[in-house]
């Protein structure tokens, strides 16, 4: 099975930070990969599929890079809505999620 | 609008069933492959279940093949999740979630439901 390891695991970081979060493969996955965004309480909510293409309604600062088996996603100037957690997700396998934090 | 609302969640003992169900709106569920993803109080998110637009393939999450059932009715819009022989490890929100292009390739959950609470405990 693949697995999907995200780092860091925590980010503390300050409105109008840019933000990077990083997701790794264990073997290649070409584009296939998702970006959700979760707050406490709420569902997830999809950012970025297919490493890269910003889901409709989704700010333009949210982007999405990379393919084989390293991706990021970037957040161009954190705002205080985009406190959150972060889960890049492969098919059916999720990565263990990166909490943004206020520094 | 597209909503996806679950039901049927709440406290079962160790080895008891739960069935759960997602009612589908505003879109054409019947074009849709659908999911179930679990969420531990304070862990990740957990994929558990997955099946086609039609019902006739259906996938699993190793920890709960043999104990978990996906079923769709699509002349009812609605996604169901029968559970049995259920573990304290269970415990979890339920999600379910519309697979955004429906297709081996790989495209996200873009819409997802409020979720349900399932609670496995003596």
């Known amino acids: 099975d693949i697995q999907m390891t995200q780092s860091p695991s925590t980010l503390s970081a300050s409105v109008g930070d840019r933000v990077t979060i990083t997701c790794r493969a264990s073997q290649s996955i070409s584009s296939w990969l998702a970006w959700y965004q979760q707050k406490p309480g709420k569902a997830p909510k999809l950012l970025i599929y297919?490493?890269?293409s910003l889901e409709s309604g989704v700010p333009s600062r949210f982007s999405g890079s990379g393919s084989g088996t390293e991706f990021t996603l970037t957040i161009s100037s954190l705002q205080p809505d985009d406190f959150a957690t972060y889960y890049c997700?492969?098919?059916?396998?999720f990565g263990q999620g990166t909490k943004v934090e206020i520094k | 609008e597209v909503q996806l609302v679950e039901s049927g969640g709440g406290l079962v003992q160790p080895g008891g069933s739960l069935r759960l169900s997602c009612a589908a709106s505003?879109?054409?569920?019947?074009?849709?492959?659908m999911h179930w993803v679990r969420q531990a109080p304070g862990k990740g998110l957990v994929w558990v279940s997955r099946?086609?637009?039609?019902?006739?393939?259906?996938s699993y999450a190793d920890s709960v093949k043999g104990r978990f059932t996906i079923s769709r009715d699509n002349a009812k819009n609605t996604l169901y999740l029968q559970m049995n022989s259920l573990r304290a490890e269970d415990t979890a929100v339920y999600y379910c979630?519309?697979?955004?292009?429906?297709?081996?390739?790989?495209?996200?959950?873009?819409?997802w439901g409020q979720g349900t609470l399932v609670t496995v405990s003596s």
């Open positions: 297919k490493a890269s």
């Open positions: 979630a519309r697979d955004r292009d429906s297709s081996w390739y790989f495209a996200g959950f873009d819409y």
């Open positions: 997700q492969q098919s059916w396998t």
């Open positions: 505003g879109f054409t569920f019947s074009s849709y492959w």
């Open positions: 099946i086609n637009s039609d019902g006739s393939s259906t």
